[in-house]
């Protein structure tokens, strides 16, 4: 086991350094820069009418000035280098678009916040979707099958940003329970985690059902009600306890989309999260953040896939043989 | 076999039967055909064109004139769903067109041909797996520019390698059944038997996971328009239409119910087709 | 279900325990501003804050917008209105109780000038500092030959490069704001950081989390603090706001149209409704093109004259704007939005403008090229775009296409030359209420470059294009004469009314009499919304606000319409 | 004497690997199938015998030895210019549901075999199909069904005239009728039988069960762990089974009068992947002498005609 975690952190730094190679190349090839962007929203907001385009290329003129601070004067492939070393050693200096913040302390900030909020969400989905689930299983081909497969479906049909706007109609302004924006308080985290946990509910409940079917059609299960168990314990000492293992594989891709696939909840409830961050710096041309963004999340992304294939190890005998 | 019984009845037909015994199948597939038809048809159906400006009727709401209402501009909302409609129909099967291009040719080779092939392709897919497909998407359409064709590579560039799993695992399994090793041991060729023996055993589950795949490559433009990255306003798509309507849902509801109405329903539709799929798939008789 | 019953009914309990309590102080809470950095060098978004609350200049705006003396406590103006001197006022403090100094503001200034730092396009009143703008545009390497000198730790001198009346007014801008040496040198970017911020106006900042909120907190060391009314001021950076508004979550709004019959329906709500105007021009402008038609003014005015703009006023903003026949707002003094000669030279009149399109050679639009609209995301849905595109389609039968690029993919395309006629959409606000606010010297040369014909102007920009390469490349000879090529350009193929629209300016520049001055400023003006085709003026959008009935906000018409400061707020 | 011999196996390997570890799979096989026999293959499940068949068809390449067929070494010829012996030998496999492509027609699935080889015109080939399958007891009229409106015996026969379409000289079954019922067995047996009389097929019939074996075999090779133990005609190794393996074999076929006697096999074969030194049947063998844990045994001829690997009979 230990030599099998060892072979694959192995391939997570190999596949590390692939995506970081092929995100260079690809945001050092995004049209655009960063100080043209800023020229922009400068003039967007203040005396720029569209005359003074002789001032705007006087701004271009200096840019050379402006790019050395960011080490944008320097061969591209001493740039990736640089992003490398910064990588490893945790140095990757200020962000473009945040210049009083270092990219290790936005990822610092932001990662444990959007973190929590999938962890909610799919908590939520678990404590929700499991009992609908096993319910709809149960009752099958009844009216309450036939709700709970419905409801299912439509919930993870809805996109969350759709959610979100329903849930704080619904519960900040409908029924005035809740503040519809803010954070610090843990009441601030009800809404964007109700948001994001319909659709996980719903394919938990989905994946539950079928699962939990499977398994009461498997032999062992017929043996275990010949043998003359009771229906209790039958459901939940064998049949659910099988059907429970394939859950864990959906989790933790499930926790790794929540995580950044946020952007809009987070900016509509005032989540400080990694989402936002992200795509407004790919939208502003903030390179190292958004070099450091995609390797980091991938690598959350790798991580959750080892974390989840350890605990299947340890859940699933059959795997554990087959893998010697 | 009781001569009674009708022959000829090829594995699709028998998928079929089973497939229209559940009825939310046949009721989704029947609404998939529907919402293709209008897609196509959308310039034909549209009572107006997408952005015809109508000042007098901004912020309509839904009445016999404007059959959903009108926007900021007194653009019909029904005729801007219909568009919308036709370019999620675009993406959605442009980009799996692409992703089943990608993965079919690459799990077929890999499963196939095992060995050093399939090593190599599968630590490929492993790399593309682990990609943050989000991030990489909104990068690829910044680099390729804004567009149905960019849209559709960037979806597809992550996104066929869950394909090529499904695909190569499909292939590896077939491929040791005993009809495959008759074949062979009857002298057919490497391409006979890929595409004669194992392409039409493995397209079921690839068809269902074309179904299974096109609400998640729609939401995925979506949300893309969502920060404006998805296709080109004016033409419209329901991801425009939600934020443009997200604001508005206090004062003009209709504004952000009916794209994400139609959202679901395509989505709904397009999941009762594969769940029933799949249903038809796995059932052995 | 008797437990969820109790889940909702204890988080009902709970919240309404949160909402209950009631505020010592007083909170003003408004949805506001955007913004990533509160280094003043970078000109975006949080400036404004500074402005409104965080740091002060020598001088500030009254609430009716009239410079008054902020830090400074006297200045003397040279007789030739050339050189500035102020005595900084003693009691002025900063938010850790150090004194605010002379060297404080030539620190500051210098800062924002360096090439060094950030950057933005806004240099205000800095501009008129005598070598201030080569010093921003690395001409020259030496900040000490920028024209400001530190007389005595309480004294501070600018030179000028002429006599500039708006000078004065400057100063309450952001650009000529002093800064707290000794932290910025001491903690670098992290200066900038909430807490650690060291700022001289009524407030600090105590607290900033982005894309989520800011709060600033009644700075105890300014000199006028016991007028400051407000404790604490929370700007939100997200969310819905006219939701927050309704739930009480926020004190002060922006609505738009949308929100309009909403609030007229509403007996509340429209009390608490503020408009007022914004000296705000939504306008169009040529990208670089190579068309005869677009040289031919015949053309240009039929363009205008096709542009229905009282309908769009009317259904679009629903009244919230008015025509805009200048690119100059009728809120700055000297100009001739109003001038019923512009006015009626560009008045919507369909048959007219058909008229002039057909004597052009283009009847019916027949033969006319495709027109390009060169808009970026964040225009995706601003309806004045389409709004034209159909005036134009409808009246004129010409084709228009909307090319719709991300904002930064944008960046890059604006400035390219395109191979069909493009506009792009833009809006031009004038931060005081001065005739030199919109014609500067600097538009002034941008007047002659706008009058080119189309096929100069691309010729310049190649020539630009290639003058960048080879100073790339280190050849200063080429560069030199290029440049040389490009002033001949625009000195000598642009038109005389723009040749005479800088000489008016150079003249008002050098002019003191104030009468005299404005005068100048109307004769430019007019020539320029007479002649100048190349920028097309469509709306003046006006500002609306929600404001709490508890709360008079005095509103900055000259600032997209942010709260003049926030020490002006009164609580009722 | 020489060529009567239709198929001829020397020495044959084949290792699988398994991660770090290598399967012995198949470990010097050698026997010949003189023209218009059956050669019965019997051993446990696990014991190498299908891996034989898949090595002599040429489904998986050997790691050593020859397959000789018709005089011809086809052991490394290939994929082309085995093409022609293709056409000479098929195999039947043991699950008639799987073997048949599902998406095929009955009819096209036998047509496969003359397309493969580009033999006859349409309507030829529809002639054909019919006619074998008439000949397998497959009313023609089905040509158009799928395999799966079949029962398990039907399918067994169209895999039965899809193996003889080629005129095939020389056929291996697969364990074919492990997965059919009793009754069918036998009508599958008489079927093989019948079609080996009239078309003068050559077997290679690999089974897990002595009883059906002894039906239709003339000589028999016994594997255990994939090598081969014992190699003689029927009535030798009915009458006087050598080695120990066959004993206990042997002793679990019930015979019609019942007499059966019990020689238990001690605990389960052993894996494949570390087999045990020496006589790979040691730890079993009731007879195991200390010889048997250090030497392998090689397959002797003890008399005429008979092969036996055991210390204990050799000497």
Known sequence: MTQYIIKRIGWIIFNLLVLSLIAFILIKNVPGSFLELQILIGQAGTMGTGLTISEVEKVRGVETEMMKRWGEDVPLWQQYLTFIKGLVTLDMGPSFRWPTQTIEEIIANTFPVSFTIAILAVTIAIIIGIPLGVLAALKQNSWIDYLVSALVMVVSAIPNYVMAVFVIFLFSFWIPILPTYGWGQPKNYILPVLAMSFGPIGSIAGYMRTSLLDALKQDYIRTAWAKGGTERHVIFGHAMKNSLIPLVTILGPMISHLILGTVFVEGMFGVPGMGQYFSQAAGSRDYPLMMAQTVIFGLILMIMNLIVDIIYFFLDPRIRVSRR | MGNKKRIGRSYWSNIWEKFKRNKLAVFGLIFVCILILLGISAPWLAPYPYDEVHYEAVWTPPCREFLAGTDQLGRDIFSRLLYSLRNAIIVGLGAQSLIVVIGLTLGLIAGFYGGKTDNILMRIVDIVYSFPSYLLNIILVLVLGRGYFSIFVAIAATGWAGMARLVRGQTLSTKSRDFVEAARASGAGNNRIMFRYILPNIIGPVIYSIFSGIPGVMLVESGLSLIGLGVRPPMPSWGLMISEGTGQFLYNPYMLLAPAGMLVLTILSFNFVAFGLRDALSARE | MRRFLTIILSLVILSSTFLGTAYAEKVFRWSGSWGNTWDLSFHQGFIWVHMMGLTEGLIKWDKDMNPVKGMAESYTISKDGTVYTFKIRKDAKWSNGDKVTAYDFEYGIKYILSPKNGRGSFFGGAWYIKNAKDYANAVISDPNQVGIKVLDEYTIQFTLDGPHPDFLTTCALPTLYPMHRTSIEKLGNKAFDAGNLVTNGPYKLVGYTPNVEYILEKNPYYYDADKVEVDKIVGKLGGDPFLMYRRNEVDLINVGAAQLPVIEKDPILKKELITFPQSTVNLMYFSYFEHPAFDDRRVLTALQKAIDKEKICKFVYRGLAKPAYSVVTDLIPGSTANDPEVVEKFRFDPEAARKLLAEAGYPGGKGFPTVHFLIHSGQANDPLILAVKSEWEKNLGIKVIIDNYEQGVWSVKRFEIQSEPTFTFSGASYLYPDPAAPLTLNYAEGCLVASLKTKDLVEKVRLEKEQTEALKAGDEKKASELAKRIHNIIYTRSTPEARKILSLVQQAQRTTDPKKRLELYRQANKIRDINMYSSFPLVQPMSARLVKSNFEVPFNKYLVGFPVGFAYIRTK | ?315
């Open chain 4, 1 to 315: 004497m020489e060529d009567k011999i239709l198929i001829s196996v020397k020495n044959l390997k084949k290792y699988f690997s398994r991660g770090k570890d290598i399967v012995h799979a198949v470990e010097d096989v050698s026997f010949n199938i003189r023209r218009g026999e059956t050669l019965g293959l019997v051993g446990e499940s696990g014991s190498g015998k299908s891996t034989v068949a898949r090595l002599i068809i040429r489904l998986i390449d050997t790691d050593g030895g020859n397959i000789i067929f018709d005089g011809v070494d086809i052991t490394t010829l290939s994929e082309k210019a085995l093409k022609p012996f293709r056409r000479r030998m098929q195999i039947v496999f043991q699950d008639p549901a799987s073997s048949l492509n599902p998406q095929m027609t009955v009819g096209t699935i036998i047509k496969e075999q003359f397309l493969i080889h580009k033999l006859g015109t349409k309507q030829e080939q529809e002639k054909w199909v019919e006619e074998l399958l008439e000949k397998v007891g497959i009313d023609p009229s089905f040509k158009d069904a799928y395999p799966h409106e079949f029962s398990g015996g039907q399918q067994q026969r169209i895999c039965i005239a899809r193996a003889i379409a080629l005129r095939s000289e020389f056929i291996i079954c697969d364990e074919p009728l492990s997965s059919l019922d009793v009754s069918i067995q036998a009508q599958i047996i008489k079927l093989l039988e019948d079609l080996q009389k009239e078309l003068g097929l050559t077997y290679l019939f690999i089974s897990h069960d002595l009883a059906v074996v002894k039906h239709l075999s003339d000589s028999i090779a016994v594997m255990y762990l994939g090598k081969l133990v014992e190699f003689s005609n029927k009535k030798d190794l009915f009458s006087n089974p050598l080695h120990p393996y066959t004993i206990t074999l042997l002793s679990s076929v019930p015979t019609i009068k019942g007499e059966e006697k019990e020689v238990e096999l001690k605990g389960e074969p052993p894996s494949p992947i570390n087999p045990p030194e020496g006589c790979p049947f040691n730890p079993r063998c009731p007879k195991k002498e200390d010889i048997c844990e250090r030497e392998t045994p090689i397959l002797e001829e003890i008399c005429e005609g008979h092969f036996v690997a055991c210390h204990i009979v050799q000497r």
